[in-house]
């Protein structure tokens, strides 16, 4: 039988299927380094970013009690010198913007935030930078798509599990055009 290394505090939710997708197309890249993981929850992807990538994650979400435990669990997993939590009001971009732009920005959050943040999300990342969304309803899908979809966009994979979507796009700027 093998051991538990990491420990983490969950709620179970009927989304954290779309973690697995995000987790495991977001790791085949080598690195990254600066991640923005947008609507934190528990924190898991916080961590899973640091220990795999050993690097600054910012972790935000507007709900205090997410705050909260997103950094007890990255205090109980050993990253808290790589996990910063940020507390957000109503507007979780406003409280990151310092921090960025990033090369991975994560989003587990509802449709209806999703676009309304997609295109300052879009700005806040670095040219070939990536962003994965999630949290969402396969049938909101094409809706994320148009909001997200420019010209400065490359849709690198669309999932769904148990009626549960995960999108990844990549930021297909490059830094000469980058403004």
């Not at 994320?144 to 297909?172: E, P």
Request: aromatic share 8%.
């Amino acid at each position: 039988m093998s051991q538990c290394r990491n420990r983490i505090w969950l709620r179970q939710t009927s989304n954290n299927g779309s973690l697995y997708f995000s987790s495991r197309q977001i790791r085949k890249k080598k690195h990254f380094s600066r991640i923005l993981d947008l609507g934190c929850g528990s924190g898991i992807l916080s961590i899973a970013a640091a220990k795999l990538w050993k690097t600054r994650v910012f972790a935000a979400d507007i709900d205090p009690e997410a705050i909260r435990v997103t950094s007890y669990n990255v205090k109980l997993n050993g990253v808290s010198h790589l996990v910063s939590s940020i507390p957000s009001s109503t507007n979780p971009l406003s409280s990151t913007r310092d921090h960025g732009p990033y090369d991975l920005i994560v989003a587990n959050i509802l449709t209806v935030p999703l676009i309304t943040m997609s295109q300052t999300l879009l700005t806040q990342l670095l040219p070939q930078g990536i962003i994965v969304v999630s949290g969402f309803l396969t049938k909101d899908g094409n809706r994320l798509l148009n909001a997200f979809c420019s010209r400065h966009t490359k849709v690198l994979y669309k999932k769904t599990r148990d009626g549960w979507m995960v999108i990844a796009l990549k930021n297909s700027r490059n830094l000469q055009n980058y403004t």
